[in-house]
């Protein structure tokens, strides 16, 4: 008999409760520290024991992770005991069949948070979308999977990558070789993500075809680009100079992503930036989205979601 403070889950199968239970129990014990109870595993059965209100949360959490199945990763545990603890009735398995690309390693990149799924659909439905958020949010992972995505389904005929080469807080004085080696290493995340759902194979056949360019900023004055999929990296580093110069380029048949975190600006003391200013240009105007990811949002190392908060709180503070 099981008393008033305690329930069972049951699992389908053996696979999927080591699945929810993780290696050595691990997702069951961050869902016990998450909600002070105690979970314990009896062949399919878990039996959670605690108050009311952690039983339920509890369940709730537990449920989410099962929908998954052997799907499941650490990234989902974290998300599904945060949309408990936030009372948010989001499914996670109704995420994960959002698609927005398969890579060429069969690996299938689809939206992991109900921001992540916001943003895609943004794009999906406007011809210039703003994707605003902290760090480790998926804001130009995920604008590069939609763009590899509407290559290969042949909406647009290429795709354009640039970021401002502007030094992260950091004097690098003079790199040596031409001009290509210059820029590169302003460049590189772009190349990491692209080889990661291309492969680099792919990746090099469509750059010597000129269907991928990278590039800096600087590159895009005087062009009109028709056709193409555009995505403008690190945006709060523009000058609203820039950014106008950027968002008239536009040409038929077009779709622009502009990412940014406009709590890390490298421009120099004094200068605007242009991804600040233009949320207030732009406000309204039909065919523009704006999406803003935030820290529960964030799909790398959970510490990274600790660390914002602490950043958040202290800047309050100072203000």
């Known amino acids: 008999m099981v008393d008033a403070l305690s329930q069972i ?20 014990r961050l869902v016990e520290a998450a909600f002070d109870v105690r979970i314990v595993p009896r062949g399919l059965d878990l039996l959670i024991s605690g108050s009311d209100e952690a039983v339920a949360k509890t369940r709730k959490a537990l449920t989410n992770m099962a929908s998954l199945g052997t799907d499941l990763t650490s990234h989902d545990v974290y998300y599904a005991i945060k949309l408990s ?30 921001g992540q799924r916001r943003y895609i ?18 804001k130009t992972y995920l604008a590069m999977a939609a763009a590899i995505a509407s290559l290969k389904k042949k909406e647009v005929e290429r ?15 003079f790199l040596p070789g031409d001009l290509q080696d210059k820029v590169d290493p302003y460049l590189r995340p772009l190349y990491d993500a692209l080889y990661d759902i291309l492969g680099q194979e792919t990746y090099v056949k469509y750059r010597e075809k000129g269907i991928i360019e ?11 680009l028709d056709d193409s999929f555009i995505i403008l990296d690190e945006a709060q580093n523009c000058t609203p100079e820039q950014m106008k ?29 242009g991804l600040i200013q233009i949320q207030k240009v732009l406000k309204g105007v039909e065919g523009i989205g704006f999406c803003y990811l935030h820290e529960s949002d964030v799909v790398r190392h959970p510490l990274v979601q600790r660390i914002i908060q602490a950043y958040d709180v202290y800047d309050k503070s100072q203000s």
């Open 214 to 224: 990278i590039a800096p900023l600087a590159y895009m004055r005087g062009r009109t």
């Open 85 to 114: 603890e936030n009372g948010d009735s989001t499914a996670l398995n109704e995420l994960s069949a959002g698609i927005v690309v398969t890579t060429h390693r069969g690996k299938i990149i689809r939206p992991k948070t109900s």
């Open 159 to 173: 795709v354009i990558l640039t970021r401002p080469a502007v030094e992260a807080g950091e004097h690098l004085g």
């Open 245 to 273: 110069m950027f968002l008239t380029r536009l040409g038929f048949g077009s779709k622009a992503v502009i990412t940014g975190d406009i709590t890390q600006v490298d421009l120099p003391r004094g200068k605007t930036s």
């Open 9 to 28: 889950i049951r699992l389908r199968d053996n696979e999927h409760a080591q699945a929810v239970s993780g290696k050595r129990d691990e997702n069951l």
């Open 121 to 138: 659909g943004t794009i999906s439905r406007s011809d210039v979308v703003f994707g605003i958020g902290p760090a480790g949010t998926g």
